[in-house]
């Protein structure tokens, strides 16, 4: 019990956080969170726990997203019909991309993932009378609240959250992490790698997706450079599962977290700082740095990569003991 | 209907013959060893039986079934189990994980597979290790590892490649004991090794084998005076 | 019948190009058993340096390949040996952790340069940067076609120095077999760092090369690490012979693509030769010529 007494008490501040922090702000920047813990989470079933990296995961949100949208563009069906689509469409995407990269070893399946999530953003550009190419898709929000979307999108990140604990503490947790481990000796294991990879796959594709469409829903628009981006999405999702800790359960959401942190430390230009100074100096030279430092969460993002990989191999979730010891200064037991 | 044969087993890599018209038969409820010098073609002729190489012509047949068309994770369902010459334990998981994940191949839920793994590591010995992560062990618990996991799978027929290799004189006795209560418990067992008296001691029958050939099958006492065995291993000077 | 041969002329003077950069990757590729997804982005850079000392110093870009390439190899080698060498000592659970290393580096460098010079589009206009010549009726772009000779020329030079001398020797003996090699004495720490600068500096000489004829802004190297890396997987993982063809096969393929289907077609040529690739040949050009 003691093991979920933390996550339900993140849970229960959640639920109530919105009630207390009325501004939209902040809860923009909590649903933005809670969707990049799906992402991440769906990532790192794939990466972390099956050892099968994608570089592409925007592939697969881009998909979700997409087939939502252009239900309700073209058919006018709820958007929210389209959650479950653009779940199943992702999946579909990813079904026989798998089928044909998981027969290769090595790196092929992760520069394939990179591949796929290039084709996928030009065929969204050409495909005009479909997608409308580069203008984009723009559909009428549900909701004028942030609320409805907190909500719904937090049931999502449980649901998530729970289908990954289920996953891993199953028959099925057990063979990803033994394919991840040696794919010889989990085949003399009796374990049918393909397919097992598969399933990983499919799964971790599926709440992408789903992910993907809640974006559509919440943001009201799409286009292929947003909802396929290489760096926002696909670099972000991996630094969302490295960051956190790959193969953990809620490595992904302490990643999420300083992903959004980053983002906005960025976005905010260091929380203002800069703007200050400049304001306060009257100096030229702050203003160009703040206008700089706005659009530059990429380099951000980049910077983390480098050191997470370097220092914290394992994550922060992973790496606990190593920070606690390096950081704290305090002694492993015994 | 016999037990485990192979007719004529044929493989090529490149334009070498590794395995050259191998044929033998396995009795159940025997030790049957697999000898030869090295290079000789053993641990490809296990690859041949577990599936992990397609042959080039010839026949592997379990229990009137052929199987050498099956992938290898079916080949292990059907009960054939194997352990690697060169240890694959799955490193960042610890010892009762490996052996749990290899239960899964006979039972589904977590609980079944646990109680199966428990009860196949009390009877490998290697409860002392069990909490420990794979990939910290000294080689010898690796090998015990290495023959626990395939246990855990429930096979009739047991492949064990070089599992006494690099240990001392006391982990020796005790792999050698190990392997006559899995024959003991009515596992079959195709055994391959190198040190000779460990072999002469435990086989029923063995099958010796040189550049991909059948050159001896009997006894051990048969086979340690026979001409080409001897040949194989010391040289032509000392037939 | 003109603009099938304009087309097909078009594509090899790129393709020849493509050829250095995938040369660069596929070094990377055989010796450190990586792809490297910053090449692209390596090769911007060398553009910007051919920038800065045109438009500074008016150093003709052909002349400005002795500074560039130096340059490169030096950020290569500085790359390897502090963030990549690294890598292999720490235990992680995380698969292919140097390739997302060169992706980190890969932002790094672009949003480094964007900062420097803004997101704004350059462009080194040489006296021969539009300039063309006629065979018959089919025109060829000067500075392609110096470039096409130049990269031609450094492509063989490569070889002849993979083939020839003992440094050359010890990286293809590293790339073969690290452990082996080891044991015959080589240093293959050394060596994946030469390599790593040695595949700099030739992204660094097609950057240069390309600088008169092309725009150039921080995000011009995301695509070209994309077409880098389809060459290497079409030559065949690790092979220099490989990523010649390679890189011919795709700028050609390119050129025929915009030319018949339209300029939107493009980028996804490449894309749909290299799903074309995993599924029916898996070994890349390799499997075909056995080099």
Redesign the interface.
Known sequence: MKKNLYPLIFLLALIVLPLLLRQEYYQHLIILFMMWVIIGSAWNLL??YT???S?GHAAFFGSGAYAAGLLTYHYAISPWWGMVTGGLLATAVAFPFGW??F??R???F???T??LN??LK??A??AEPLTNGMVGILIMPTFSSKLPYYYIILFMMVLTILCMRLTVHSKLGYYFISI?EDQEAAESMGINTTRYKMISLCIGTFWTGLAGAFYMNYMGFIDPSVVFS??DLS?AA?LVG?VGG??TIYGPAVGAFIMIAVQEFFRSGFFGLFKYFADKTGSSAFTTVSE?VKT?H??G??????FV??LL??GIV?DWPKIKRKVFRIKPEN | MSFFRTENLVKYFGGLAAVNNVSFEVREGEIFGLIGPNGSGKTTTFNLISGFHRLNSGRVVFKGQEIHRLPTYQICRLGIGRTFQVVKPLG?MSVLDNVIAAAFARVNTLREARDLALETIDFCGIVPVQNLLAKSLPIAWRKRLEITRAMATRPALLLLDETSAGLNPTELLQAIDLIKKIRDNGTTIIIIEHIMHVIMSISDRIHAINFGQTIGEGTPQEVAQNKAVIEAYLGTDYA | MDVFWQTLVAGILKGGLYALIGIGMTLIMGVMG??N?AQGQLMMVSMYITYVLFSALRIDPYLSLAIAMPALFLLGVLIQKY?LN??LK????????Q???T??????L???I??IFKSDYRSVSTTYSNKTFFLGHISFSVALTVAFGIAVMFTLGMFLFLMKTDLGRSIRATAQDKEAATLMGVNTGRITVITFGLGSALAACAGTLLAPVFYIFPDIG?PFT?KA??IT?LGG?GSTVGAIFGGLTLGIAESVGSTYLGM??E??IG??I??GV??FL?SGFKRLTKV
């Open positions: 990466a972390g050892g099968r990296v570089f044909i990269t027969r290769l090595g790196a092929y992760a520069l394939a990179l591949a290039e084709v030009d065929a550009k050409i991840r290489l760096q670099i991996v490295i790959v193969g700089f530059a990429t380099l993002f980049g910077l983390l990569v480098i990989i370097l191999p394992n992973g | 960042r | 990586i792809i997804l963030f690294p890598l720490v235990d992680t659970i995380l698969p292919h952790n390739v997302l290393m992706v980190g580096i890969g932002m790094v672009t949003e480094v964007r900062f995301g994309s890396f389809v997987i993982l939107d077609y980028n996804i894309m749909i290299f799903v995993l599924v898996p």
